[in-house]
């Protein structure tokens, strides 16, 4: 599935969305960044409730397709601005992150 | 030795909101390079890790990415506090990072650890007091 296809498949929010047709292929959730940094996987959905700045440079080096801001978490424009300069995705969604996790699981 | 392209880059201490952008611009530069993405996946992993680590914990510090025909070396380097026991920073889940630092969602103690294990080389030389420089190579044959 594509980030687009996810995002209108559970209404996610799209906030960052310059590469809407990337291939999401699993997915990895957490909020400690060397954690994210070695465990997801190239084209993963990472699901977190973490939205500062420094989420925009993870996403972009572990190659992550999409980051998910669980629970109704938002970021603010700058890191949005950033993540459309650097080609990262960001999408938000008021479910908890176990509930994103099982829908995303059940979809790819 | 070889010939061999080099990218450098003075790495700000004071900066967390640009931290990272030196690894930015290597996986940039590397996929100009048209090398191939698993590469450059780690070294995008190692050298984020150990330029975080720079802002972090040694107040700044220059990056070197030498890419040969063969291999790419990163080179880290800083004049910080310096790494007391090496073995004991190298041990998953060690950090000694402030509660400050933590709440962005670094200090889980796997940097070190990362470097390491997407890198096929890894060498820390750091005395206290004078500094760190960690040296990492990843093969391209
Ligand atoms: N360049 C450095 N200068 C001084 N100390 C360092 C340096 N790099 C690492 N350290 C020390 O080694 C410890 C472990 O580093 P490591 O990168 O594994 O974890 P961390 O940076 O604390 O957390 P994380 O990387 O998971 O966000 C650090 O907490 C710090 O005490
Ligand atoms: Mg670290």
Redesign the pocket.
């Given at each position: 599935m594509t980030v687009q296809q996810i995002i209108e498949k559970f209404n996610f929010s799209p906030l960052s969305l310059p590469c809407p047709e990337r291939e999401v292929s699993g997915g990895y959730t957490g909020d400690?960044?060397?954690w994210v940094m070695g465990r997801a996987s190239q084209d993963n959905a990472w699901i977190t409730i973490m939205s500062n700045i420094n989420i925009v440079a993870v996403a972009s080096l572990s190659d992550v397709s999409v980051v998910i801001l669980a629970e109704g978490v938002s970021a603010d424009s700058g890191v949005l601005e950033t993540a459309e300069q650097k080609g990262v995705n960001i999408v938000s969604s008021e479910l908890p992150a176990f509930e994103i996790a099982v829908r995303i699981a059940d979809s790819v | 030795m070889s010939e061999f392209l080099n990218f450098h880059f003075d790495v700000d201490g004071e900066n967390f909101v640009s931290a990272g952008q030196a690894s930015v611009q290597v996986k940039k530069n590397l996929r100009e390079l048209g090398l191939p993405p698993e590469i450059i996946r780690q070294v995008s992993i190692a050298m984020y890790?150990g330029e975080?680590?720079?802002v972090?914990?040694?107040g700044g510090g220059v990056a070197d990415v030498n890419v040969y025909e063969d291999r790419i070396v990163i080179i880290l380097a800083?004049t910080?506090?310096?790494?007391k026991d090496i073995e004991l920073?190298m041990t998953e889940g060690?950090?000694?990072?402030t509660d400050n630092v933590r709440s962005l969602g670094?200090?889980?103690?796997?940097?070190?650890?990362n470097m390491k294990r997407y890198t096929d080389e890894m060498t820390i030389e750091s005395e206290v007091g004078k500094g760190?420089t960690i040296t990492m190579c990843v093969y391209l044959k």
């Open positions: 400690l960044l060397s | 890790e975080i680590n720079m972090i914990h040694a800083d910080g506090p310096g790494i920073a060690y950090s000694t990072a670094f200090g889980a103690g796997m940097g070190l650890p760190t």
